[in-house]
């Protein structure tokens, strides 16, 4: 896991959704093939929120979970989880400067972030 700094600590039971300007330097953090551009944020569950990107160059869809705790396994494990929201895995993203396919996890502010490229699997859920 890569630690991000941050002052503040985090009240969990209030889970905020970030700005695009609040999630440029996580996503930053990671390996993506291409500059994202941020859609929306969801909260999707009392622990979770998911943000919807997409492809500057591309047009491809990316999502950023972002939830309180991600075990060891991380975000590989997660694959099932995005799935029950509707969107479906292709990849996991590693941090910088690294490029491994099962991804790896930023802490910031307390909260984990996993960034992958997807699939919407439901057409009423739009990045």
């Not at 969990?12 to 930053?28: G, Q, T, W």
């Not at 569950?45 to 491809?60: M, Q, S």
């Not at 991804?103 to 972030?113: F, I, Q, T």
Request: with cysteine; glycine share 6%.
């Amino acid at each position: 896991m890569i630690y991000v700094p941050k002052q503040s600590g985090h009240d969990f039971k209030n889970m905020p959704i970030l700005s695009a300007e609040e999630l440029a330097p996580i996503v930053d953090e990671f390996s993506a093939p291409e500059e994202l551009i941020y859609d929306k944020g969801v909260d999707v569950g009392p622990d979770d929120i998911l943000y919807y990107l997409h492809g500057k160059t591309t047009g491809d869809k990316y999502a950023v979970l972002c939830r309180d705790y991600m075990d060891m396994n991380a975000p590989k494990d997660e694959t099932n989880a995005m799935r029950q929201l509707g969107v479906e895995v292709v990849r996991w993203y590693d941090v910088k400067p690294y490029n491994d396919p099962d991804g790896e996890v930023v802490v910031y502010d307390y909260l984990c972030y996993a960034l992958a490229k997807c699939k919407i699997e439901r057409e009423d859920e739009q990045c």
